[in-house]
């Protein structure tokens, strides 16, 4: 058996950052109790999540923030660990609990958790809440995949991009929340950099959010004012979610160590790094895709459905290197640009195939990106083509979206 306790003298051996993720990834435990303070409301405001599945476990995140629109970025939380607790259960009332831990919510990475569970049963849902203190999170629902050598007659899952908070009325979220889905793909531009003061539905903001995101406690608002639109947390506590991104997260059109509008360097990878530590601290991504100063490396996992579908990676984000003089456009590219859209889809398996040919899950990484790209021209984001239907759902609910649906879920700009 592996000791994973780890004392408080220790602990400030190692960095702080490095710390703070080991503590709130569950990968260390400490020995220090570090009880919750007395906390001046909800610190759930921001939901909770699950994301990137596999057959023998998931990823389940929160953050602390009582109060999430706090203008220094630390939600309203002061500056000490607190210890969270994490269940898992096969029921939805928490009667057949099947993991109980805890991990350390660190104001580093602005009290946000990461726990990597393992030793799930494949093909399974599952049940997850957080706590702190007194306090006990929302209830969020997560699934793990097949095991690698099943092979399922079915794959439901939607996918969302470029949801631009002025643009949106976020009623896909909420739609999308109430389908039967396996999984959510992310495909990027979960937020726009953007100053903000109203948006399309005639909500105004506080002068905070007028000016664009350049630093981190920035970035951690616009996070916070993102996530505060229930539809999006509810389709957060839903399903699990793989997630990428585009340029937004950043900045639009950034390329390499260039700006879009050419700013000094050195100015922009700081802006970057801060922007890539506010993503980790808003996503349920795994310990090994925490950023390193101004890079990453997403390394995500999609299934691989052979024979019946050419499924594609959601997103490389890479960007092709574009002709000279050539300029961004498309649905993505500018302010208030969002188009929010989510589909779902399915595909049948045919009858009658043998064992070699029938669809198999795997589970392929992608190559490493470290947030380089080669020009400033936005590339194609590429989404599952198909999915298959799994057995323990009827025919009918293999069908794709009904035209009605779909309005619904393609409403306007920004989800």
């Given at each position: 058996?592996?000791?994973?306790?780890?004392?408080?003298?220790?602990?400030?051996?190692?960095?702080?950052?490095?710390?703070?993720?080991?503590?709130?990834?569950?990968?260390?435990?400490?020995?220090?109790?570090?009880?919750?303070?007395?906390?001046?409301?909800?610190?759930?405001?921001?939901?909770?999540?699950?994301?990137?599945?596999?057959?023998?476990?998931?990823?389940?995140?929160?953050?602390?923030?009582?109060?999430?629109?706090?203008?220094?970025?630390?939600?309203?939380?002061?500056?000490?660990?607190?210890?969270?607790?994490?269940?898992?259960?096969?029921?939805?009332?928490?009667?057949?609990?099947?993991?109980?831990?805890?991990?350390?919510?660190?104001?580093?990475?602005?009290?946000?958790?990461?726990?990597?569970?393992?030793?799930?049963?494949?093909?399974?849902?599952?049940?997850?809440?957080?706590?702190?203190?007194?306090?006990?999170?929302?209830?969020?629902?997560?699934?793990?995949?097949?095991?690698?050598?099943?092979?399922?007659?079915?794959?439901?899952?939607?996918?969302?991009?470029?949801?631009?908070?002025?643009?949106?009325?976020?009623?896909?979220?909420?739609?999308?929340?109430?389908?039967?889905?396996?999984?959510?793909?992310?495909?990027?531009?979960?937020?726009?950099?953007?100053?903000?003061?109203?948006?399309?539905?005639?909500?105004?903001?506080?002068?905070?959010?007028?000016?664009?995101?350049?630093?981190?406690?920035?970035?951690?608002?616009?996070?916070?004012?993102?996530?505060?639109?229930?539809?999006?947390?509810?389709?957060?506590?839903?399903?699990?979610?793989?997630?990428?991104?585009?340029?937004h997260e950043v900045e639009n059109n950034w390329a390499g160590e260039t700006s879009e509008n050419d700013d000094?360097?050195?100015?922009?990878?700081?802006?970057?790094?801060?922007?890539?530590?506010?993503?980790?601290?808003?996503?349920?991504?795994?310990?090994?895709?925490?950023?390193?100063?101004?890079?990453?490396?997403?390394?995500?996992?999609?299934?691989?459905?052979?024979?019946?579908?050419?499924?594609?990676?959601?997103?490389?984000?890479?960007?092709?290197?574009?002709?000279?003089?050539?300029?961004?456009?498309?649905?993505?590219?500018?302010?208030?640009?969002?188009?929010?859209?989510?589909?779902?889809?399915?595909?049948?398996?045919?009858?009658?195939?043998?064992?070699?040919?029938?669809?198999r899950w795997a589970r392929p990484i992608w190559t490493p990106v470290r947030a380089r790209r080669s020009s400033?021209?936005?590339?194609?984001?590429?989404?599952?083509?198909?999915?298959?239907?799994?057995?323990?759902?009827?025919?009918?609910?293999?069908?794709?979206?009904?035209?009605?649906?779909?309005?619904?879920?393609?409403?306007?700009?920004?989800?």
């Amino acid at each position: 058996m592996i000791d994973r306790s780890v004392s408080r003298r220790q602990m400030f051996g190692f960095g702080g950052a490095a710390a703070a993720l080991m503590l709130g990834t569950g990968a260390w435990e400490s020995s220090s109790a570090f009880a919750a303070p007395a906390l001046k409301g909800d610190p759930f405001t921001l939901g909770v999540a699950s994301g990137d599945p596999t057959a023998d476990g998931v990823v389940l995140w929160t953050r602390l923030a009582p109060d999430p629109f706090a203008e220094d970025g630390f939600g309203g939380m002061p500056p000490a660990p607190v210890r969270v607790h994490y269940e898992v259960a096969l029921d939805e009332r928490f009667r057949r609990v099947v993991r109980r831990d805890s991990v350390v919510a660190s104001p580093e990475l602005a009290h946000s958790v990461h726990p990597e569970v393992h030793g799930l049963a494949p093909d399974r849902t599952y049940w997850f809440r957080f706590k702190a203190g007194s306090e006990i999170s929302p209830v969020g629902r997560t699934r793990t995949t097949p095991a690698p050598w099943d092979s399922p007659r079915r794959l439901r899952f939607a996918f969302a991009s470029c949801q631009a908070w002025q643009d949106g009325y976020y009623t896909a979220y909420r739609h999308m929340a109430q389908e039967d889905l396996d999984l959510v793909v992310h495909l990027g531009d979960y937020l726009y950099e953007y100053g903000v003061k109203s948006n399309k539905r005639g909500v105004g903001t506080d002068p905070k959010f007028h000016t664009e995101t350049l630093d981190l406690a920035r970035y951690r608002l616009q996070y916070g004012l993102y996530k505060s639109e229930a539809p999006l947390r509810e389709a957060h506590a839903a399903f699990p979610w793989i997630m990428t991104f585009d340029d937004h997260e950043v900045e639009n059109n950034w390329a390499g160590e260039t700006s879009e509008n050419d700013d000094d360097p050195a100015d922009f990878l700081l802006r970057r790094a801060d922007a890539f530590q506010a993503l980790y601290e808003h996503a349920p991504l795994r310990r090994t895709q925490l950023p390193k100063g101004p890079d990453v490396q997403m390394y995500l996992s999609l299934i691989h459905i052979s024979s019946t579908a050419t499924t594609r990676p959601a997103a490389t984000a890479r960007r092709p290197t574009a002709p000279s003089g050539s300029t961004r456009t498309g649905p993505c590219s500018g302010p208030g640009s969002g188009t929010g859209s989510s589909r779902a889809s399915a595909a049948r398996r045919p009858a009658g195939r043998s064992s070699a040919t029938r669809p198999r899950w795997a589970r392929p990484i992608w190559t490493p990106v470290r947030a380089r790209r080669s020009s400033r021209t936005r590339g194609t984001a590429t989404s599952p083509s198909a999915t298959a239907c799994w057995p323990r759902r009827t025919p009918a609910g293999c069908a794709t979206w009904s035209s009605s649906r779909a309005t619904g879920t393609r409403t306007t700009r920004g989800t």
